[in-house]
Nanobody, 118 residues
Framework: QVQLLESGGGLVQAGGSLRLSCAAS????????MGWYHQAPGKQRELVAT???????SYSESAKGRFGISRDNDKNTVDLQMNSLRPEDTSVYYC????????????WGQGTQVTVSS
């Protein structure tokens, strides 16, 4: 069993900051890429940022320059620091990890709500 547990969502005013955290737990051999996605009501889930096990990062155009993704391989955690938040960042944010048990598979957290008020 593998679990991704997210924390850190909430309500913030435009221009403010939030930090999301995600911890992977359970029985697995290895974690490859980790990342954050978001899904607004009525829309598809979209990439926000990813980070490889060696620390290579990738961001959506909207996240570039405002968000920073980081991970701790020893603790199996990934964080997303979100600065200069905008009302359009309002969404449910999901943690994702590519995890090896018997085979590689994608795992998702339960989602955490981020609401940015104008």
């Amino acid at each position: 069993q593998v679990q991704l547990l997210e924390s850190g969502g909430g309500l913030v005013q435009a221009g403010g900051s939030l930090r999301l955290s995600c911890a992977a737990s359970g029985n697995f051999r290895e974690i490859s890429a980790m990342g954050w996605y978001h899904q607004a009501p009525g829309k598809q889930r979209e990439l926000v940022a990813t980070i490889t096990s060696s620390g290579i990062t990738s961001y959506s155009e909207s996240a570039k320059g405002r968000f920073g993704i980081s991970r701790d391989n020893d603790k199996n955690t990934v964080d997303l620091q979100m600065n200069s938040l905008r009302p359009e960042d309002t969404s449910v944010y999901y943690c994702n990890a590519q995890i090896l048990r018997g085979m590689w598979a994608d795992y998702w957290g339960q989602g955490t709500q981020v609401t940015v008020s104008s």
